[in-house]
């Protein structure tokens, strides 16, 4: 009687175990989508910061900034903004056109605001959110952008990247 309980014990750990491992898994992949949702408006969020800058930044942390920011695009990546820059930017296009930005400003708070993301395929995500400018140009002028920002996201090597950005002015 007791080789029997063991053998019926033995199959109730292996169904237990089986059973746990199938809930763990389940559980990864339903929360999947959430993960990834978070590391996006991470990317978002970083984005941001490294688009800001003081007015005592040193040279070291505005290099970082820029390697971030041009980190956080797919090569290539579409860029629409107005009239002020469309189309297709390469990683180099890119890196020269924030490099022009960070010259020409004297201090920058920049803000992602109303983050929405909706996870489309595994690799491939979209949303949008309000981007907010207040800064002051290196000639002393002043200014604060609220745009509107769809933005379109792929998945490249395990990263979520910025595949496209289209700003839009904010309807009141």
């Not at 991470?42 to 980190?71: C, F, I």
């Not at 180099?92 to 708070?109: M, N, P």
């Not at 489309?120 to 604060?144: I, R, V």
Request: proline residues 1%; glycine residues 6%.
């Amino acid at each position: 009687m007791s080789k029997k309980r063991i053998y019926i014990g033995k199959y109730l750990l292996i169904t237990g175990v089986v059973l746990l491992a199938l809930a763990a898994y389940l559980i990864w992949n339903l929360t999947q989508e959430r993960r990834d949702e978070v590391r996006i408006k991470n990317l978002l969020y970083t984005l941001a910061a490294d688009l800001s800058k003081t007015s005592d930044e040193s040279a070291a942390t505005a290099l970082l900034k820029v390697r971030g920011v041009t980190g956080a695009f797919a090569d290539p990546m579409l860029f629409a903004m107005d009239h002020y820059a469309q189309g297709s930017y390469d990683r180099e296009r890119l890196l020269a056109s924030v490099t022009r930005y960070r010259t020409t400003i004297a201090q920058a708070q920049v803000t992602a605001d109303d983050v929405v993301i909706k996870i489309t395929a595994p690799e491939a995500a979209s949303g949008y959110f309000s981007g907010k400018f207040s800064g002051t140009l290196k000639n002393g002028m002043s200014d604060k952008i609220i745009k509107d920002i769809d933005v379109e996201f792929i998945k490249i090597d395990g990263k979520w990247k910025i595949k496209s950005l289209k700003f839009s002015n904010v309807l009141h």
